[in-house]
């Protein structure tokens, strides 16, 4: 996140040059701060409420809920399909994210650093373009491409009548989504390779140091920070990325369900409101500690 | 040159054009099933035709769903840029008691108050509110959401610009108003430019927030009414979604050149989430 080492910088001393005063300052903030207080603290505040009700979307329950205390919450405990959507959102995080776009951002990174421009501008403009697309649009030519009848992985591996979506789903989510976000990782790394000086691994080559020793030896110690908050990052991402949703809907029998679609699926197709909150403010905490870890590594590296 | 060496050279080709055609092979079907006479889901040299456009055309939803994603975008971008603006300068040159707690708060708010992660209470707000079904609901909730991170953005760029600017015009007797209008403005346009095409951008490729809270097919966005395509099946799918989803991206695609050419951008870091 470039914007994200602005706090720091923001302790400069501000000198009003305009002559605009706090309370005109005050009153530039607040149109944003109340669009903000409305459509993005307040829902998150409310969740806590809702999730401590038995609120549904049809019913009795509807038009006047009634408090259960944090009956939903041990419900949870004790919910098969919402252990699955955990273990399945844990996969997919892992796979797709700490492993899929991590390794192929950085080998990109790695190897297209020292490649020819047009090598270098072909690559990364199909990358980019996987990351830049609509997601309906992405979803839309996976589906075509994982298709049972005349999908095109079918036809490049011969195996004609395999439903991938249906028999691999998990699997299918996961290369799709190392596709999808892989630039990111890629552009971050080749900012931070650049930081990695080139003398020590000119000395390196001298010495006949082995590529994986430079690696290890040389670059890893200097993107130590980078790959620590990038992959933080990306999980963050794709532990809420809704797009698993576009390409199965969470089905097979649940076999796909990430977090994300799960409280879809409890909210809307299930109307269970009280419920899916609950779960929801799981998925906030969760993506609190992530991000002050986060935000306290990028503080510490500038 | 030795053999290890060509070795090499060889193995660092073959890796480069199986990553090239990982990320490639699944975008090409796009390129040719919309212009294909009996187009298939998988990939192969089309029997060229522009049946496939007009039908596109003449669809009863396809153009009035771009109408409709346009719409949402342009306000949203507008509001995005206006209001980070004024917040975003504010924040930058007077310093607001609580300031820096306030963009630390912010920066939080933008990672952890995801669009699934509020997906409930946003859908039971906008109920309550009887906004469901309503286009400038879709778009406000899409602002707030932007806002954050658009602030942060912006905030960077502000503190960039040089201060002198505004001292000399107020040395010269300029009013407030004045040096907001005649000297920030202009200074600060390609940042605005880039946070208005960034804006357009995220809410344009938004599914989540119009598929939870549009209802009517002659209101859906874009985004949504693939979704809603796709659902139904039948010849539609083939004929149809191809096209649209090649219209669909060109406006991404285009702006995102765009941006990258005129102001040597890149939409990096936390900017596209």
């Given at each position: ?302 | ?80 840029t206006a209001f980070a603006a004024l917040a975003s300068y504010a924040l930058s040159r007077v310093r607001i008691p609580g300031r820096d707690a306030l963009l630390y708060g912010l920066l939080l708010l933008s990672s952890v108050v995801t ?26 909730v899409m602002t707030g959401g932007l806002l954050p991170a658009a602030i942060f953005i912006l905030k960077d760029f502000v503190d960039a610009v040089p201060k002198s600017y505004e001292e000399s015009a107020r040395v010269f007797g300029a ?99």
């Open positions: 996140m470039t914007s994200a080492t602005a706090p720091a910088r923001g302790r400069a001393p501000a000198r009003d040059v305009a002559g605009l005063g706090v309370g005109r300052a005050l009153g530039f903030v607040a149109p944003a701060m109340l669009l903000i207080g409305a459509f993005l603290i307040f829902p998150a505040l409310w969740t806590i409420y809702i999730g401590i009700t038995n609120y549904r979307l049809t019913g009795v329950e509807a038009v006047s809920p009634s408090m259960v205390g944090l009956s939903n919450y041990t419900k949870a405990l004790n919910d098969a399909l919402f252990h699955n959507a955990l273990w399945l959102t844990l996969l997919f995080v892992l796979g797709s994210a700490i492993i899929g776009q991590n390794i192929l951002g950085f080998t990109l990174a790695w190897v297209l650093r020292r490649a020819r421009p047009v090598v270098r501008r072909t690559v990364e403009a199909f990358t980019l373009l996987a990351w830049i697309l609509p997601s309906t649009v992405v979803a839309y030519l996976w589906v075509a491409f994982y298709d049972r009848d005349g999908g095109t992985l079918n036809g490049i591996l011969g195996t004609p009548g395999t439903a991938w979506l249906i028999d691999y789903p998990m699997a299918c989510l996961v290369v799709f989504n190392t596709w999808r976000g892989t630039a990111f990782s890629m552009m971050l790394y080749s900012s931070a390779l650049q930081a990695v000086p080139p003398s020590q691994l000119e000395s390196a080559r001298m010495v006949g140091a082995s590529g994986w020793q430079t690696l290890r030896d040389i670059v890893f110690p200097h993107i130590r920070g980078h790959v620590l908050t990038n992959t933080l990052l990306i999980s963050l991402w794709t532990a809420n990325d809704f797009s698993p949703f576009l390409l199965t809907k969470g089905g097979p029998n649940h076999e796909s369900e990430t977090v994300p679609v799960y409280i879809y699926n409890v909210a809307l197709q299930g109307g269970e409101l009280g419920y899916s909150s609950a779960i929801s403010f799981l998925l906030l905490i969760a993506n609190l500690l992530v991000s002050l870890v986060y935000l306290r590594l990028l503080r510490r590296r500038s | 040159m030795t053999p290890a060496f060509v070795l090499r050279r060889i193995g660092f080709y073959v890796l480069i054009c199986a990553i090239t055609l990982f990320f490639a092979v699944p975008m090409l079907w796009i390129a040719s099933a919309p212009f294909d006479a009996s187009p298939g889901l998988g990939v192969h040299w089309p029997d060229w035709t522009l049946e496939n456009v007009r039908k596109t055309l003449d669809h009863p939803y396809a153009m009035h769903s771009m109408v409709n994603s346009l719409l949402i975008c342009v306000t949203t971008a507008v509001a995005v669009g699934t992660a509020a997906m409930v209470p946003i859908f039971v707000m906008m109920f309550q509110l009887g906004l469901i079904d309503s286009r400038f609901g879709v778009a406000l009013s407030t108003g004045q040096i907001l209008r005649d000297v920030v403005l202009p200074v600060a346009r390609p940042g605005l430019a880039t946070i208005m095409v960034w804006a357009f951008v995220n809410s344009w490729g938004n599914f989540l927030v119009p598929f939870l809270l549009i209802r009517s097919i002659d209101k859906q966005p874009g985004a949504v009414l693939m979704q809603t395509l796709t659902d139904e099946g039948g010849s539609v799918n083939l004929q149809v979604l191809p096209v649209f989803s090649l219209l669909f991206s060109i406006p991404v695609v285009v702006l995102y050149l765009l941006v990258n050419s005129r102001y040597g951008f890149r939409f990096h870091g936390g900017i596209k989430s």
